[in-house]
């Protein structure tokens, strides 16, 4: 049977993953139990979640307007619905570079790929369709219970749902193919000319402290007490309701698929898909042209002899970490040096940060408002879980790969005479070292600025210090159980099961932690408002230390829970396994 | 079949024979697949012992125990008296190993990968500097030590594992065809310096296709086909197995014959 080469590719890619899929099923059966349960649970958690929140909007527009033809609830879901769309959009891309880069220019197979003779297009080709469903199962899985509920709380006809169906494939090709286009530019401009890589970083570092400074003021908790804010609201998400943005493509096709609109359905679907088209058949060009020399400019790179920067920060680390014993010691040196020197690491470490920061430092412009009462309570809540998912986004990142980059040199640390327990316990030890410091730091500003409560400081103060622990070991425990030697990129490491397992089961850790935090702080409120209105005696008899005493207890419980569990499966997985 | 001979020649010169490798029913399984079947070795420390045979034979299955990289379905393996599975630790401290592939640090430098070896096995500065300046000049990578490994080729990678090695002195070396990616002076080189460390005491178990190396260096030869050890013995005691005299090759191909012809079994 002949084969085209890009039918080879596709052949080549689907057998891969029947081989991976099968290996899995032959290593454990109770695993594979364990994770489809877990998957289904929470497709269904989230499909009842949002079933819950959307038909909440929805109702109480409907109220609010006097059940008008088009609610508020109406408007406001639109405009969710249109960043949502945009924020995934720029997500897509921004994974999709990573992805694609890695599988044209440091996937090991390329090497034989590219001296075999097929067209560069061809042969990106290939690898795009496999970056596309690599970067993109997540976001459906995670999508469809969100969108199926979305079509129930609006009531929309049946042809909403196979709209889904064609709208989706269009929408992540896009920013998969502008992706693409972009690192093939990049890499053929960077990778001959090393030097322009620092002004390239350096720039990148200017434009994304732009960005994030624009978005300091976006990020400003709106004053719900004035009137006026609800207007800032609607103009603040109205800025992801632009005509040209895909992102609103895909919006208005689906809200017009919503109501029926059949003709305006297909207007949207055709300029999306159509561009969508353009998008490919422009990166398969670029490809033809750059692909080639753009992997020799890079193996070439690779060869050549590098002038090793930032002796000064490496001595700092290496100062650090010297008080530990050996052979911890060697094994941070060698993990701190090992991401200092590859930059599409440390730069997105620096954005994540970056990010927290900005926030956190925007937000407490509104503190006045929020100190009071209630509100107080929220902002404080608000501060913490942005915090909190910053933190699992982090770990889920940078912490969970840890393991599987030891990739195919894990034999070195199999060999040394020390325990498999030892390396997860490192990498546990390395993750809260490298997450804690800053938003420790900055849940103590924040909730000082906020004038919480002794009480209520140390309680916000702990719960972060408890979730660094527990993300930690969340992502080092499923790193270790799930680990992909084979795979040197971390973007595709955590695009895995393990990987999204660990960050929904983060998310999970965060929602009870932060409803206990939420809890906790609107009781104090309140009894403070109710002692202050109505005399001491209509408090509750609640102790505010007790009560923070025993949320502290239940954090310490599921922190420890969150650390013993993932750590001790993934030691012993550690243990099991033959290299 | 037991293995358990003395080494002839200049090997009965050498300090007190003592067991430094040993495997008692040695068995591992993969599945239903028989890789290694109840395998009894013995290798003395001061020997250099040759494991031969053709593709999938099992001897990459026996050096991954004798690593402690990967558990015997049954069957004991132990180093320096040491049972690889119930005394891992104390039998790795012993151990030195090269891979027939390299993969190493890229992100480290040369020197930086040595000394986070031996960091890992508790060596001290002073100690670890003497050692790591006199392999990185033994091994002629003393050169490019400053640079980073993804820049090194394969042979200076091999080089580097090689120098790795012997960082903490190890008294068991297990070496899983190394040649591959050596240029002929080093390959010269290294089989020097492995000859000289065999004759200063260490013991090696190396797994190599190059038959001429096998011959020129072995104490003994061991071939292995289809997981189970056929025959042991010095290079001229596996010689006078075969029907007619030839080299080292020639009896091999003989007495693996079927293995070679066998669609089952790799090329």
């Given at each position: 049977?002949?084969?085209?080469?890009?039918?080879?590719?596709?052949?080549?890619?689907?057998?891969?993953?029947?081989?991976?899929?099968?290996?899995?099923?032959?290593?454990?059966?109770?695993?594979?139990?364990?994770?489809?349960?877990?998957?289904?649970?929470?497709?269904?958690?989230?499909?009842?979640?949002?079933?819950?929140?959307?038909?909440?909007?929805?109702?109480?527009?409907?109220?609010?307007?006097?059940?008008?033809?088009?609610?508020?609830?109406?408007?406001?879901?639109?405009?969710?619905?249109?960043?949502?769309?945009?924020?995934?959009?720029?997500?897509?891309?921004?994974?999709?570079?990573?992805?694609?880069?890695?599988?044209?220019?440091?996937?090991s197979d390329m090497?034989?790929?590219?001296?075999?003779?097929?067209?560069?297009?061809?042969?990106?080709l290939g690898r795009f369709v496999e970056a596309v469903v690599f970067s993109s199962w997540a976001t459906a899985f995670l999508g469809s219970p969100v969108m199926l509920s979305w079509g129930l709380a609006t009531e929309a006809p049946p042809l909403f749902y196979p709209a889904l169906l064609l709208f989706y494939p269009a929408f992540?090709?896009?920013?998969?193919?502008?992706?693409?286009?972009?690192?093939?530019?990049?890499?053929?401009?960077?990778?001959?000319?090393?030097?322009?890589?620092?002004?390239?970083?350096?720039?990148?570092?200017?434009?994304?402290?732009?960005?994030?400074?624009?978005?300091?003021?976006?990020?400003?908790a709106p004053d719900l007490a004035d009137p006026?804010?609800?207007?800032?609201?609607?103009?603040?998400?109205?800025?992801?309701?632009?005509?040209?943005?895909?992102?609103?493509?895909?919006?208005?096709?689906?809200?017009?698929?919503?109501?029926?609109?059949?003709?305006?359905?297909?207007?949207?679907?055709?300029?999306?898909?159509?561009?969508?088209?353009?998008?490919?058949?422009?990166?398969?060009?670029?490809?033809?042209?750059?692909?080639?020399?753009?992997?020799?400019?890079?193996?070439?790179?690779?060869?050549?002899?590098?002038?090793?920067?930032?002796?000064?920060?490496?001595?700092?680390?290496?100062?650090?970490?010297?008080?530990?014993?050996?052979?911890?010691?060697?094994?941070?040196?060698?993990?701190?040096?090992?991401?200092?020197?590859?930059?599409?690491?440390?730069?997105?470490?620096?954005?994540?940060?970056?990010?927290?920061?900005?926030?956190?430092?925007g937000a407490q412009q509104n503190d006045t408002l929020q100190r009071d009462g209630a509100w107080g309570a929220w902002g404080s809540g608000l501060h913490l879980g942005a915090t909190l998912l910053i933190l699992a986004s982090l770990t889920s990142r940078f912490i969970f790969p840890l393991v599987s980059l030891e990739g195919r040199r894990f034999w070195i640390l199999g060999l040394a005479p020390i325990g498999r327990a030892h390396i997860a316990w490192q990498k546990f030890a390395l993750g809260v070292l490298a997450t804690a410091p800053l938003p420790i730091v900055l849940a103590a500003i924040s909730a000082r600025r906020l004038e919480l409560a002794p009480a209520e400081l140390v309680l916000s103060i702990f719960t972060i210090a408890a979730s660094v622990l527990a993300l930690s070991g969340l992502s080092v425990g499923l790193g270790a159980l799930y680990p992909r030697f084979d795979d040197d990129s971390p973007a595709r490491i955590v695009s895995g099961l393990g990987g999204t397992l660990n960050f929904l089961?983060?998310?999970?850790?965060?929602?009870?932690?932060?409803?206990?935090?939420?809890?906790?702080?609107?009781r104090s409120r309140l009894d403070e408002a109710t002692e202050a209105a109505l005399g001491p005696a209509m408090a509750t008899a609640l102790d505010p230390l007790l009560l923070t005493g025993a949320a502290a207890t239940w954090i310490f419980f599921l922190t420890a829970l969150a650390v013993y569990v993932p750590m001790r499966l993934g030691i012993r997985h550690l243990q099991r396994l033959e290299l | 079949m037991t293995a358990v001979r003395t080494a002839e020649g200049r090997n009965a010169t050498k300090t007190t024979p003592r067991a430094m490798i040993e495997t008692v029913e040695l068995t591992k399984r993969y599945g239903d697949k028989l890789a290694l079947d109840r395998l009894d070795l013995r290798i003395d420390r001061g020997e250099l012992f040759c494991f031969l045979g053709p593709n999938g034979a099992g001897k990459t299955t026996t050096i991954r125990m004798l690593t402690g990289l990967a558990r015997p379905t049954s069957g004991t393996a132990r180093v320096g008296g040491f049972d690889l599975v119930t005394d891992t630790i104390e039998a790795k401290r012993l151990l030195g190993y090269v891979p027939d592939t390299p993969h190493l640090y890229d992100k480290l430098t040369g020197r930086e990968f040595l000394r986070f070896v031996a960091g890992l096995y508790r060596l001290d500065e002073g100690r670890f500097e003497?050692?790591?300046?006199?392999?990185?000049?033994?091994?002629?990578?003393?050169?490019?030590?400053?640079?980073?490994?993804?820049g090194y080729s394969h042979g200076m990678r091999q080089k580097l594992s090689f120098a790795a090695c012997f960082l903490h002195e190890p008294q068991v070396v297990v070496v899983d065809e190394p040649w591959v990616g050596l240029?002929?002076?080093?390959?010269?080189?290294?089989?020097?310096?492995?000859?000289?460390?065999?004759?200063?005491?260490?013991?090696?178990?190396?797994?190599?296709?190059?038959?001429?190396?096998?011959?020129?260096?072995?104490?003994?030869?061991?071939?292995?086909?289809?997981?189970?050890?056929?025959?042991t013995g010095s290079v001229a005691e596996i010689k006078a197995l075969a029907a007619r005299q030839g080299s080292l090759e020639d009896v091999f191909l003989e007495l693996t014959h079927d293995a070679l012809h066998d669609p089952e079994v790799g090329a």
């Open positions: 049977m002949r084969r085209s080469p890009f039918a080879s590719l596709l052949w080549a890619q689907r057998r891969r993953s029947a081989h991976a899929l099968a290996a899995v099923r032959r290593e454990s059966l109770l695993k594979v139990v364990i994770v489809s349960v877990a998957a289904l649970g929470i497709w269904v958690a989230l499909f009842v979640g949002a079933d819950l929140i959307l038909g909440l909007v929805e109702d109480l527009g409907a109220e609010m307007l006097g059940g008008a033809s088009l609610s508020l609830g109406d408007l406001v879901m639109a405009r969710l619905l249109s960043t949502l769309t945009l924020v995934l959009f720029v997500l897509l891309a921004f994974s999709n570079v990573l992805v694609i880069y890695a599988s044209l220019f440091r996937a090497r034989l790929l590219v001296q075999a003779p097929i067209e560069p297009d061809v042969l990106f992540v090709i896009l920013p998969a193919a502008l992706a693409a286009i972009a690192v093939l530019l990049v890499v053929r401009w960077l990778a001959p000319r090393r030097h322009r890589a620092r002004w390239a970083i350096g720039v990148g570092l200017v434009a994304a402290g732009a960005l994030l400074g624009t978005l300091r003021g976006r990020l400003r006026s804010s609800l207007q800032g609201v609607f103009e603040a998400l109205g800025g992801s309701q632009h005509p040209l943005l895909p992102s609103q493509w895909l919006t208005r096709g689906l809200l017009a698929a919503a109501r029926g609109d059949t003709g305006e359905a297909a207007f949207h679907w055709l300029l999306l898909a159509t561009s969508a088209a353009l998008a490919t058949y422009l990166a398969a060009m670029t490809a033809r042209a750059m692909l080639l020399p753009g992997f020799s400019d890079v193996a070439g790179a690779d060869a050549a002899p590098k002038a090793l920067g930032g002796r000064s920060i490496l001595g700092a680390l290496d100062a650090l970490v010297g008080w530990m014993p050996e052979p911890t010691r060697s094994m941070m040196r060698k993990d701190l040096r090992t991401f200092w020197r590859d930059p599409a690491q440390w730069s997105q470490f620096l954005l994540f940060f970056g990010i927290l920061g900005v926030y956190l430092l089961l983060g998310m999970l850790y965060i929602f009870l932690v932060l409803a206990t935090v939420i809890a906790v702080l609107l | 003497a050692l790591s300046t006199e392999l990185l000049e033994a091994f002629e990578i003393a050169a490019v030590a400053d640079r980073l490994v993804e240029d002929p002076k080093n390959i010269r080189a290294v089989k020097r310096d492995l000859r000289r460390r065999v004759d200063a005491g260490l013991t090696v178990l190396m797994s190599t296709h190059t038959l001429q190396i096998a011959e020129e260096l072995a104490d003994r030869v061991g071939i292995l086909h289809r997981g189970r050890l056929l025959h």
